[in-house]
């Protein structure tokens, strides 16, 4: 599974918008790219899953350039209860339900 | 429907001792896979399960190991547990039929080794 690269944490205030990019320079064509959430004591959470381009669900949005090098989750207009690890994954079905986690970017929301 | 149940939730253990956890994943879903997660190590990989069958391995040694039945529920088992074994176990089982890597972790199993 390619090695994916985000920030360790991120601070941000009730109603912003927050965006976490994550790097994944060896991403593989069939790979796809998931994050999850989780918070303290509790197994992650899936938030959203891309190829390509643009994804968008009821909870964030997910945008993937071209290149699929990188890729930016985006919550809209957070809450204190985002508060959270987010996680990137890269990986196909071929693996798997073997997922490889990295550190997370730890998103604190303030009020 | 029902998510993925972990039993128990919390355990307390004696060096030396073994554990066994378990899990029942989604209706439908015949992929489980373990993993640990502990503040140093993070989210680690332990094994999958499929069709009873073991289909991937992480880098643990022996004394942890697992099973899956037919029904499609998987156990995970610790022998000689160490203080290092101290971790929240999770378990994750996912749809084959769906692409990409999307998975439904439990609540996890609280292990406290003492």
């Known amino acids: 599974l390619a090695k994916t690269t985000q920030p360790i944490s991120m601070d941000s205030y009730e109603g912003q918008e927050v965006n976490i990019t994550c790097s994944h320079n060896?991403?593989?064509?069939?790979?796809?790219i998931t994050w999850y959430q989780q918070f303290p004591s509790q197994g992650p959470r899936f938030i959203i899953q891309?190829?390509?381009t643009k994804v968008t669900n009821e909870v964030a949005s997910l945008f993937i350039p071209a290149d699929r090098k990188s890729s930016t989750l985006s919550l809209p207009r957070v809450s204190l209860s985002d508060t959270a690890v987010y996680y990137c994954?890269?990986?196909?079905?071929?693996?798997?339900?073997?997922?490889?986690f990295g550190g997370g970017t730890r998103v604190l929301v303030k009020p | 429907k029902a998510g993925v149940t972990q039993t128990p939730r919390y355990l307390i253990k004696t060096r030396g001792q073994q554990v066994t956890l378990s899990c029942s994943p989604i209706?439908?879903?015949?992929?489980v896979s373990w993993y640990q997660q502990t503040p140093g190590q993070g989210l680690q990989f332990l094994f999958e399960?499929?069709?009873?069958?073991?289909?991937n391995k992480g880098n643990f040694p022996g004394r942890f190991s697992g099973r899956q039945f037919s029904n499609s529920r998987s156990e995970m088992n610790v022998s000689t547990l160490e203080l290092g074994d101290s971790a929240l176990y999770l378990c994750?089982?996912?749809?084959?039929?769906?692409?990409?890597?999307?998975?439904?972790f439990g609540q996890g199993t609280r292990l406290t080794v003492v």
């Open positions: 994954l890269v990986g196909t079905k071929a693996a798997g339900n073997k997922l490889t």
């Open positions: 994750a089982s996912s749809w084959e039929g769906a692409p990409g890597t999307e998975a439904f």
């Open positions: 399960y499929f069709s009873e069958t073991q289909r």
């Open positions: 209706s439908g879903h015949r992929s």
């Open positions: 891309g190829y390509k």
């Open positions: 060896n991403i593989a064509t069939n790979d796809y």
